[in-house]
C-alpha cells in the first residue's frame, strides 16, 4: 500500500480529508467537529493519536474551525502551514506545535512527500496539496477561482485528484446570495463552477496518459447537487473528442472510455469512500 485516502468532509459548510500510509497519517483541514473527523478517521483505518500533521490550506473557517481541538485530540500532531496563512491561524495554534513550509517547495512528513501549490482564492496564502509516495499521487484541489498552469501541471500524473466543483453557475445567478457574494464566487478568486470543473477533466485526459480517479468536491449546498455536478461533467465528456484524442497520443496506454472513467462526488457532511493507490 502506498497512499490511503478518506474525504472526512467536503462542502460549503466544512472541510476535512485524511491521507495516510502504513507510517504516516496526514489530516488536510479541520472545518468540522472533532467528533465527525474522529469517525473519518476510524472508517480510513486510523484513529486521533496516530495523526502525525494538520495541514491546512487556509485559513477560512470552513477549514479550521477545529484546529485547537484536534491539536488537543491529536497529542504527536504538528500544524504545517505557510508563513500567510499561519499569520492568519496563530491565535489557534499551541506553543510549539507549528511547521512551516514554502509554497512551491517540496517536504517530507514520515513517508509521504507533500508539494503545496498557489490557488486562486480570497485568502493570505491559499494552497493545494499533491500527496507522493512510492509510485502513488494524489491531488487536492479546492478552493480556487480558475484552474492555473501551474495548478494543471502541479495535479497532472496524479492517480486520484479531488477537484472542486463548487456551483452550477446559472443557479448562482439567480439564488438568494447577495450581489457581491455572488461576485466574489464568481471571480478569479473564488470558487470552481461545474463547467470548470468539467473544462479541467477534460484537459487532464487530452494530456495525461493516466487514467485518474475524479472526485468533485466542495459542493455548494445552496448553487449544486451531486446530480447537477456529475451529470455536467460527464455531458461535457460525452460532447467531446477527448476519448478518441487519447488513442491518438497514447496508442500503448489504451483510451478508456466515459464508462471506464470513474468520477463521483464526495458528500458533504459524511466520509466518503476509502481510495487505497498503488
Known sequence: ???????????????SYMVRTEETVLLVDAGISGKRIKEGLE????????????????EHSDHVRSLGIMQRKCPQAMVWSNIGTF?????????????TFTTGERFVIGDITVYPFPVSHD???????VFEKGDSKMAIVTDTGYVSNEIFEAVLGS???????????SVLRYCRYPFHVKQRILSDHGHLCNEAAADCIERLLREDEKFPVFLLAHLSKENNTPDMAL???RNALA????FDSRKEAFPSAG?????DLRIEVLSRSEPGNVYQLG
Open 255 to 259: 483510451a478508456g472510455t466515459l464508462h
Open 43 to 58: 472508517k480510513g483505518g486510523a484513529s486521533l493519536d496516530m495523526v502525525n500533521a494538520i495541514l491546512v490550506t487556509h
Open 123 to 129: 485568502a493570505a496564502e491559499p494552497v493545494g496539496f
Open 231 to 233: 451529470l455536467t461533467v
Open 87 to 99: 499569520r492568519k491561524i496563530s491565535g489557534d495554534v499551541a506553543d510549539g506545535r507549528h511547521c
Open 159 to 169: 492517480d486520484l485528484i479531488v477537484l472542486e466543483a463548487n456551483h452550477d453557475e
Open 1 to 15: 500500500m502506498d497512499l490511503t485516502f478518506c474525504a472526512i468532509a467536503s462542502g460549503s459548510s466544512g472541510n
Open 239 to 242: 460532447a467531446s473528442d477527448v
